[in-house]
């Protein structure tokens, strides 16, 4: 494929959004109507499951096309293996121009390797976000920046690695005034806005690469603070409900209870409340995606442009026992949105096959006609056959209608709850590693790993996609079958790491050089 054709490419991620809020998947709520009229133009995916429940590992996923057993990307101190190339380097290896606008500290300032390829990063987390417009500064302004910039997220990076810090950064008096002075969930207007301008700035400007764009929203995420006027719009009961507003007030500064089992249990006028703030997040942030599918639109540039959206992870609001997104695999975690507009997908569709969003990865790769630099014989570097496109012609996918996810335990929240309440990390046997089955309309999960895994349960996710019944009992050939499918996975997945030990090393491997040469994507 000539560069003059190679598609432009924009991965939109809406950080801890679930699917099942969104009107684009049948809410009650119009949450989303930017996000439904765009769903008319592209290709969207009913059964997309996110491979891992929590932002680095999930983006880890979309970046290398892995899971995480095999890219072991599962905490906060972890750090992508130069022996996995990522996309961004991929794309920039072959004359594509990378650029970042993110809104999550996790992925935008802590060092895990996730930025690696990227021409430009623009982050609007952290003390000291970093702007297109910072170029306009002078020199020595700019160099002041960069420095105390590179300083303050040394001191970040202290926190994602120290139990004691991250606690202490829990407590109710600190986590409104982080929340708000670090930026915690970025800038979700001036991202956007800054993407416009550089969009009809890089286009209007004669470039002559193709642009690679990613965002991350983070405007679903705690703590839930939407306008006013969405809440008016879209949970008026709530609009002059003090016992609600003194309630969430409280939740916003208690950032402990974020990722813990809630206990005692929230009371359901304490959910609904959730609900309606939650609802109003992703109503506001919906606004900010109309503004940037109109300047798509407008701008000229859609037809050759392979949009992707989709979400990390979802969160859960007391649901089977658990709050955030910490431990576990159920939908209202794993289940996430999925649109894509592009050639190869059409408007208007609607796809039932169980399908991950890892192969996100394998779909701009081919999209764009890029050979990842992989062996042969490594079944990531066959692109053509995990495109996403593949399950939109009408034939059953070549995964099977099968898809996996897994949770591994976050240490930080981990060492926070053996502070808090001990007893329920054995109580919900939260140190253990969590993972799930998809194939049909069937979901099993299991906890543990090797000889000590046990079923925690299997349901039918069609008839009854809360996870209500477990069926174990009623169908315990099929929760076998299911069972040794996921343990063939995850063997599989651990043996193609075997051979990638260099687990805490962001510099890119000499192999994976040497194969980007040897493509032409190296001088």
């Known amino acids: 494929m000539s560069l003059s054709r190679q598609p432009n490419i924009l991965l939109i991620v809406l950080d801890t959004l679930r699917r099942d809020r969104l009107s684009t998947y049948g809410h009650d709520r119009e949450t989303a109507p930017s996000l439904d009229a765009f769903s008319a133009e592209s290709t969207l995916f009913e059964r997309a499951i996110s491979p891992a429940q929590w932002t680095i590992p999930a983006h880890t996923s979309l970046f290398t096309g892995l899971y995480p057993s095999t890219h072991q990307v599962t905490q906060g101190g972890s750090k992508l293996s130069g022996s996995y190339p990522a996309l961004a380097e991929i794309l920039q290896g072959a004359n594509y121009h990378t650029v970042a606008f993110c809104n999550n500290p996790l992925v935008g300032v802590l060092d895990n390797g996730l930025r690696r390829g990227f021409d430009q990063f623009y982050s609007y987390a952290g003390v000291m976000p970093n702007r297109p417009v910072d170029v306009q500064r002078g020199p020595l302004r700019r160099m002041l920046a960069t420095r105390f910039r590179r300083f303050a997220r040394r001191i970040e990076n202290h926190f994602a690695h120290n139990d004691d810090l991250f606690r202490v950064s829990m407590h109710p008096i600190l986590v409104p005034i982080w929340t708000r002075y670090i930026n915690y969930k970025g800038h979700t207007e001036r991202s956007i806005s800054d993407l416009m301008d550089f969009w009809r700035g890089y286009f209007d400007g004669g470039a002559q690469q193709p642009l690679f764009a990613f965002v991350n929203l983070m405007g679903a995420h705690l703590p839930y603070k939407p306008p006013q006027d969405t809440m008016s719009r879209v949970a008026p009961e709530l609009r002059h409900d003090r016992s609600a507003y003194a309630f969430m007030n409280r939740f916003n500064a208690e950032a402990a209870r974020w990722a813990s089992p809630p206990e005692p249990p929230l009371q359901d006028w304490e959910r609904a409340v959730l609900r309606g703030f939650y609802d ?79 192969r996100v990865f394998h779909t701009v790769l081919d999209a764009a006609g890029i050979k990842p630099p992989l062996d042969e014989a490594d079944p990531n570097a066959n692109v053509a056959r995990l495109n996403l496109a593949n399950a939109t012609n009408g034939h059953r996918d070549v995964e099977d209608d099968i898809a996996f996810a897994e949770a591994f335990p976050p240490e930080t929240f981990l060492g926070l709850l053996r502070h808090r309440n001990p007893a329920i990390i054995e109580r919900l046997r939260l140190r253990h590693v969590r993972r799930g089955i998809y194939e049909n309309n069937h979901k099993l999960t299991v906890v543990g790993a090797g000889e000590s895994t046990r079923i925690e349960g299997l349901y039918n996710v069609m008839s009854d996609p809360s996870e209500t019944f477990n069926i174990t009992d009623e169908h315990p050939a099929l929760a076998v079958d299911l069972q040794r499918k996921l343990s063939a996975f995850v063997t599989e997945a651990e043996q193609r790491r075997a051979d990638n030990t260099n687990l805490t090393s962001t510099e890119v491997s000499a192999e994976v050089i040497e194969n980007l040469r040897a493509l032409g994507y190296l001088e």
Request: proline fraction near 3%; aromatic fraction near 8%; hydrophobic fraction near 40%.
């Open 280 to 358: 109003a997040e992703i109503a506001h942030q919906d606004e900010q995606l109309g503004r940037l599918f109109d300047s798509l639109r407008a701008s000229g540039t859609l037809d050759n442009t392979l949009v992707i959206i989709t979400a990390d992870h979802g969160e859960a609001h007391g649901d089977h026992e658990f709050f955030g997104h910490g431990f576990v695999v159920y939908q209202e975690l794993v289940h996430v949105p999925l649109l894509i507009r592009g050639e190869r997908f059409p408007a208007g569709k609607r796809v039932l096959t169980n399908v991950s969003t890892r």
